[in-house]
Each structure stands twice: as C-alpha cells, then as structure tokens.
C-alpha cells in the first residue's frame, strides 16, 4: 500500500488549498477514505470521510462548510478541497484508509496559515 499526497504548502488567511492523495497497492473503490491531521502538539484528529462510492461524506464539525471531500475512483485519488483557511487549520493532513485489521496512511502533506 502507498499513498502519494501533494497540495500542502503556505497560503495567507481567507485562501484555499487542494490536497490530493493517489493510492496504489489495493482495491481503491472498495474502501472508505479518509483524511486526518495533526497540528502542532496536538493529537491526530478525523477531518473528512468519503464512502467507496463517494456517496456519503461525512466531516468534523470544524472544518462543515469550509472543506469537501471527494474522489475520482478512475484515479485511485482523494481529494480535500479547503476554504476559508485560517491559522487554526494550520497541521499535517494525512489521508487514510483502513483495511481489515489494519490502518494505511500517507507521509502527510503540510499546511500553514499565516500571512
């Protein structure tokens, strides 16, 4: 399993981001994905569900209106469209899946707010 992510980086307050994770090495559309992160001293939280079929997308409360998961299973890719940013979204944001027993996550993808 491996996922490669890109789309991090520094944007000011009020920006946006797309953050892309492509997997390989499993049935991708058979699986729920997922994206987490990690800020600063901070424990690893769930931001964004999206369903193997992209049905259903569920999100933290934090981050309702300003983020949209989706997925292009053609792609074996996940994406996390970020809105509105501001400092407090500022963290490593992972993407993951987990499979049987077992979790599988990406190298992670920086992001900081500042101006």
């Known amino acids: 399993v491996q996922f490669v992510e890109s789309g991090g980086g520094l944007v000011q307050p009020g920006g946006s981001l797309r953050l892309s994770c492509v997997a390989s090495?499993?049935?991708?559309?058979?699986?729920?994905m997922n994206w987490y992160r990690q800020a600063p001293g901070k424990e690893r939280e769930l931001v964004a569900t999206?369903?193997?079929?992209?049905?259903?997308?569920n999100y933290a409360d934090s981050v309702k209106g300003r983020f949209t998961i989706s997925r292009d299973n053609a792609k074996n890719t996940v994406y996390l469209q970020m809105t509105s940013l501001r400092s407090g979204h500022t963290a490593m944001y992972y993407c993951?899946?987990?499979?049987?027993?077992?979790?599988?996550w990406g190298q992670g993808a920086p992001v900081t707010v500042s101006t």
């Open positions: 993951n899946f987990y499979g049987g027993l077992n979790s599988y």
């Open positions: 090495g499993f049935t991708f559309s058979d699986y729920a």
């Open positions: 999206i369903t193997s079929a992209g049905l259903t997308k």
